[in-house]
């Protein structure tokens, strides 16, 4: 399988963006996906993910309210609509997805064993 994010760019404070992240080559539906950012010089971030197929979906706490994770699975698609966007949100954005994630590691980049390449969110103050 084959992660392809899109939907980065550059917004003011407040503002908002839809990241897309379409997988190829097999059906995630029963795929953990997540979304973790990175910004320079630091250390790839868990963003939010949805576990599994049932839907549960589980989220940094600096973007509850703000982001939400969703899936569409006759695209083979997950978003990442996020609002309320500040300037410390600007990073590479990535998209993940594993097919046999534990919950417990639900929030670990290093858990998830197939990645998108990065999108950049900028947001500007």
């Known amino acids: 399988v084959q992660l392809q994010a899109c939907g980065g760019g550059l917004v003011q404070a407040g503002g908002s963006l839809r990241l897309s992240c379409t997988a190829t080559?097999?059906?995630?539906?029963?795929?953990?996906m997540g979304w973790f950012h990175q910004a320079p010089g630091k250390e790839r971030e868990f963003v939010a993910s949805?576990?599994?197929?049932?839907?549960?979906?589980y989220y940094k706490e600096s973007v509850k309210g703000r982001f939400t994770i969703s899936r569409d699975n006759a695209k083979n698609t997950v978003y990442l609509q996020m609002n309320s966007l500040k300037p410390e949100d600007t990073a590479d954005y990535y998209c993940?997805?594993?097919?046999?994630?534990?919950?417990?590691?639900?929030?670990?980049?290093?858990?998830?064993?197939?990645w998108g390449q990065g999108t950049l969110v900028t947001v500007s103050s």
């Open positions: 080559g097999r059906t995630v539906n029963n795929y953990s």
């Open positions: 949805i576990f599994r197929s049932g839907g549960n979906t």
């Open positions: 993940a997805g594993d097919s046999g994630m534990i919950l417990s590691r639900i929030r670990d980049y290093k858990a998830y064993k197939t």
